[in-house]
């Protein structure tokens, strides 16, 4: 009588789905356009409205991507099962150095565990499930063929790490080169105007809009980065 599983989808009870229907109508109308899509594939999951929205309100398809930073790192195979369960066809992986983010407790997964994750994800699914690795690392160009050669599907600098924007220029052009797509990232603190440059090159197709500081889960929210997804879209 309480959640249930159907088509591999999470069906609330009634009560619940009326109570964020209540949500859409009286929250969602009144957001900006950039934080529509969020709100709506939140909805969408635990079963809000079911309404069609208007034309005004249409938007590119939600992709969440979990992160694999809060799986219980002893049993990753079982986060890929339980990530493909739930209909996520990528994942994100975050490659912390321990250098980067000045902290020993700040360094977590490499290649190695990319390529276990890749061979274990082709051998039972499928090879189109999506490693989006963020790498937070001190001289990140050094890592680009390794995490190729894992089986990465994306990699996703962090701004902060380059000196200038030639080494990043230079970092997004050899992730293209070795056959994956290019993210970047930025931190709460950091404009949006400074990857501009970056963007217009085009060897990026993502932005990482970072709402907490890297490096740590359990932080807060911060809603000033909502302004800057909403510039990133208008741009």
Known sequence: EKMVRTARRIEPQKETSEAYTKLYNGVYRHLPDAVRPVVHAIAALRGGSTEPMHDSDATSPIT??????????????????????????????????????????????????????????NSVFCDDLVLDIHLCVDRPLRYVQA????????????????????????????????????????????????????LESGLVDLVDVLAVEPGFGGQNFQEMVLIKINNLQLW
């Not at 339980?82 to 321990?98: I, R």
């Not at 490499?110 to 061979?119: A, C, E, F, H, V």
Request: hydrophobic letters at 40%; charged letters at 20%.
């Open 64 to 121: 969440i991507s979990p992160s694999l930073l809060a799986a219980d790192w002893s049993d990753m195979r079982n986060a890929i099962d339980l990530c493909v369960e739930a209909d996520c066809n990528q994942v994100h992986v975050d490659v912390f150095d321990g250098v980067y983010l000045d902290s020993p407790h700040a360094l977590t997964f490499g290649p190695q565990m990319i390529k276990s994750l890749r061979d274990y994800a």
């Open 147 to 198: 995490l190729a050669d894992a089986g990465s599907s994306r990699v996703i600098f962090q701004w902060e790490a380059f000196g200038s924007l030639e080494s990043a220029l230079e970092t997004a052009k050899a992730v293209n080169e070795a056959g994956m797509n290019c993210g970047i990232s930025i931190n709460p603190e950091t404009s949006e105007d400074e990857i501009y440059p970056l």
